[in-house]
């Protein structure tokens, strides 16, 4: 029998749980897209972006996912030729590095392994190397889907200026805008892409592009980009068309809009501290599991754990039948595990993921937690006594 009534629980790392409000912002009939309020609608979000990004620069808005976004930063930065260092902290860097290769780019891994947070010190190593000054740019994310690592773009700016590099600082934040402390100007990031489905709450197919003056400056030359990914008019549109490059995305910019209204009505520095109450309060449990079974948190050093997501290893368990118990039975989706698919992990049976960004509450969260130790329960998998008590006790701290 299933128990799963009511609404499901997404807890998984994108796309996130949507708003009423942002649900609801969609139904709508067709807008009017060469006038009337779809205009100012569109210029309120680039201007409310930039507060959630930290940023006084560019904006731009694409028809697209994170990995388009991803092809977008690269198709404006770089010419085939140019060479970039990735800091590989997981998956998604290696997805960013293979957009760049197969657009030209000759770029360098720089790895950290799967459970850790990037060393700024090995990338001013690795740049102070670098004396004809190659690299055009540092790329990394900052929260690695796969891994649930954590890089601290502040050290990883001021790295590349301790070695004395003029390269650029890109950043990928789609699985961490709008979840994890981040502020694009002050910590010398100058290029930063992010997508709409994560802790931004709404339906995929908008994603963003932040860009400084010195990005703009070193990028490939204009006429060489490619026509829809250039950067140019959408930052500065002449005519309301040229924020996207053809037809608006209509519905999509009201759900941002809706999703927008909550998160100015919260503040970033509420919306962070949220965030790390919830992180903390699963940690929490996880270790509490983990004193009676074979779960632990991927990431040992709290300072390098993503605010969004947490990857959680169990050597010897079927987390694909807890993964299946819990979406078929209970309601709630875990995240799959990503770039685990190997031999020591089970081909990744020993690895699931905890998505916590957005539209969270303590209900879910610890709602999430308790039934997540039902389906250890039911599906044989050892755990230690007191991970409830551990999460709602931080919960209660931070209330
Ligand atoms: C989700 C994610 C992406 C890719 O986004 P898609 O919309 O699935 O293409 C890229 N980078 C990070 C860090 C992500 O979490």
Not at 124 to 131: H, K, W
Not at 136 to 157: G, H, L, W, Y
Not at 183 to 190: C, F, L
């Given at each position: 029998?299933?128990?799963?009534?009511?609404?499901?629980?997404?807890?998984?790392?994108?796309?996130?749980?949507?708003?009423?409000?942002?649900?609801?912002?969609?139904?709508?009939?067709?807008?009017?897209?060469?006038?009337?309020?779809?205009?100012?609608?569109?210029?309120?979000?680039?201007?409310?972006?930039?507060?959630?990004?930290?940023?006084?620069?560019?904006?731009?808005?694409?028809?697209?996912?994170?990995?388009?976004?991803w092809?977008?930063?690269?198709?404006?930065?770089?010419?085939?030729?140019?060479?970039?260092?990735?800091?590989?902290?997981?998956?998604?860097?290696?997805?960013?590095?293979?957009?760049?290769?197969?657009?030209?780019?000759?770029?360098?891994?720089?790895?950290?392994?799967?459970?850790?947070?990037?060393?700024?010190?090995?990338?001013?190593?690795?740049?102070?190397?670098?004396?004809?000054?190659?690299?055009?740019?540092?790329?990394?994310?900052?929260?690695?889907?796969?891994?649930?690592?954590?890089?601290?773009?502040?050290?990883?700016?001021?790295?590349?200026?301790?070695?004395?590099?003029?390269?650029?600082?890109m950043v990928?934040?789609?699985?961490?805008?709008?979840?994890?402390?981040?502020?694009?100007?002050?910590?010398?990031?100058?290029?930063?892409?992010?997508?709409?489905?994560?802790?931004?709450?709404?339906?995929?197919?908008?994603?963003?592009?932040?860009?400084?003056?010195?990005?703009?400056?070193?990028?490939?030359?204009?006429?060489?980009r490619?026509?829809?990914w250039?950067?140019?008019?959408?930052?500065?549109?002449?005519?309301?068309?040229?924020?996207?490059?053809?037809?608006?995305?209509?519905?999509?910019?009201?759900?941002?809009?809706?999703?927008?209204?909550?998160?100015?009505?919260?503040?970033?520095?509420?919306?962070?501290?949220?965030?790390?109450?919830?992180?903390?309060?699963?940690?929490?449990?996880?270790?509490?599991?983990?004193?009676?079974?074979?779960?632990?948190?991927?990431?040992?050093?709290?300072?390098?754990?993503?605010?969004?997501?947490?990857?959680?290893m169990?050597?010897?368990?079927?987390?694909?039948?807890?993964?299946?118990?819990?979406?078929?039975?209970?309601?709630?989706?875990?995240?799959?595990?990503?770039?685990?698919?190997?031999?020591?992990?089970?081909?990744?049976?020993?690895?699931?993921?905890?998505?916590h960004?957005?539209?969270?509450?303590?209900?879910?969260?610890?709602?999430?937690?308790?039934?997540?130790?039902?389906?250890?329960?039911?599906?044989?998998?050892?755990?230690?006594?007191?991970?409830?008590?551990?999460?709602?006790?931080?919960?209660?701290?931070?209330?």
């Open positions: 029998m299933t128990l799963s009534y009511g609404r499901d629980l997404f807890l998984t790392p994108g796309p996130s749980v949507m708003p009423d409000s942002v649900l609801a912002a969609m139904m709508r009939p067709a807008p009017n897209i060469y006038g009337g309020p779809l205009v100012d609608v569109t210029a309120s979000i680039v201007a409310d972006l930039k507060t959630v990004a930290g940023t006084a620069h560019q904006a731009t808005i694409y028809i697209a996912n994170g990995h388009g976004i092809e977008a930063a690269v198709a404006n930065v770089f010419a085939p030729g140019d060479a970039a260092l990735m800091l590989d902290t997981g998956n998604f860097a290696k997805g960013w590095a293979d957009v760049a290769r197969r657009l030209g780019v000759k770029v360098t891994l720089l790895p950290f392994g799967t459970d850790k947070a990037a060393d700024p010190a090995v990338l001013q190593q690795a740049l102070a190397a670098d004396t004809g000054h190659h690299y055009k740019a540092v790329m990394c994310t900052q929260t690695d889907t796969s891994t649930s690592a954590s890089n601290n773009i502040a050290a990883i700016r001021a790295a590349i200026n301790a070695a004395n590099h003029p390269a650029l600082l990928d934040c789609v699985a961490s805008l709008g979840c994890e402390h981040f502020e694009m100007d002050a910590w010398g990031v100058d290029v930063m892409v992010t997508a709409c489905q994560k802790g931004l709450m709404c339906p995929p197919g908008l994603a963003y592009m932040f860009f400084n003056d010195k990005a703009a400056r070193v990028a490939r030359p204009q006429a060489e490619s026509p829809y250039d950067w140019t008019a959408r930052a500065n549109p002449q005519r309301f068309y040229e924020y996207f490059f053809g037809t608006a995305p209509t519905h999509l910019l009201y759900a941002q809009r809706a999703a927008l209204d909550l998160i100015m009505a919260e503040g970033m520095p509420a919306i962070w501290a949220r965030h790390h109450v919830f992180a903390s309060a699963i940690w929490a449990a996880v270790q509490a599991w983990g004193t009676g079974g074979p779960l632990r948190l991927n990431i040992a050093d709290p300072a390098q754990r993503s605010r969004a997501v947490t990857t959680v169990a050597p010897g368990a079927d987390c694909n039948a807890l993964r299946n118990w819990l979406s078929d039975k209970a309601g709630v989706t875990l995240g799959v595990p990503l770039g685990f698919d190997l031999p020591e992990y089970a081909q990744g049976a020993n690895v699931f993921r905890i998505g960004m957005g539209h969270l509450n303590p209900p879910m969260v610890l709602g999430g937690l308790a039934t997540l130790q039902a389906g250890l329960t039911a599906c044989g998998i050892p755990f230690g006594a007191g991970a409830l008590d551990a999460a709602s006790a931080i919960i209660a701290q931070a209330g």
